[in-house]
């Protein structure tokens, strides 16, 4: 079965230095891999997105992912952290066609 | 554009009573997802529907229902509600299923 795993339930950073967020999927083939955010009593935003054209994934607000497969990992970075990016990350599997399945989350905070 | 709309935003119910939610995809899109997050969780799947039909569905019991309309909105039935039943619904909508788009959700509140 396909799953993603957050390995870390909260990172705190410093406002201006690098953010990353780890991630590790199951999958028995090639995933369809995300990453959403979610601000405080938010809905859900799409910040990128792998589907196997290219290992490095562009998102947007300064987000990037690699989707590595010798370590079937799909870590999240960002080289400067904001004020703004403090918010609940998830990084999502596409299942069966038609589902996805989320990751326990990660919380981020920015110290200023 | 206008994304995923969701109707109503928050909700009080007591146990045992009813509830519909709603949503309307970004035009264009014909497949609707429903999602529960519980407080402190990642949301979990409930069901898609895409043209009307429904897709998938997830580990919940049949007090939960869904159905797509016409003009590709739809509605989450939620029967005989239980304080656990107490989340964020969360509706997404995508072109064919895989890239979703989520709405601001409706926080239903079970007493």
């Known amino acids: 079965a396909q799953s993603v795993t957050q390995l870390d339930s909260h990172v705190s950073v410093s406002e201006g230095t690098p953010v990353l967020l780890r991630c590790n999927y199951s999958s028995s083939y090639s995933p369809s891999l995300f990453w959403y955010v979610q601000h405080p009593n938010k809905g859900l935003q799409l910040l990128l997105k792998y589907t196997s054209a290219a290992t490095l994934v562009k998102g947007i607000n300064g987000f990037e992912a690699e989707f590595k497969k010798s370590e079937t990992s799909f870590h999240l970075t960002k080289p400067s952290a904001h004020m703004s990016d403090a918010a609940e990350y998830f990084c999502v599997v596409f299942v069966g066609d038609y589902k996805l399945s989320f990751g326990a989350g990660t919380t981020v905070t920015v110290r200023a | 554009d206008a994304g995923v709309t969701q109707s109503p935003t928050h909700l009080i119910k007591t146990r045992g009573q009813q509830v519909t939610l709603r949503c309307s995809p970004i035009s264009g899109h014909k497949s609707v997802s429903w999602y529960q997050q519980v407080l402190g969780q990642g949301p979990q799947f409930i069901f898609q529907?895409?043209?009307?039909?429904?897709?998938g569905r997830g580990n919940f019991p049949d007090r939960f229902s869904a159905r797509q309309f016409p003009n590709y909105s739809s509605e989450l039935n939620v029967n005989a509600l239980l304080l656990g039943d107490s989340a964020l619904y969360l509706c997404a909508s995508s072109i064919q299923g895989d890239e979703q788009f989520f709405g601001p959700g409706t926080r239903l509140t079970v007493l």
């Open positions: 529907y895409y043209e009307k039909e429904e897709r």
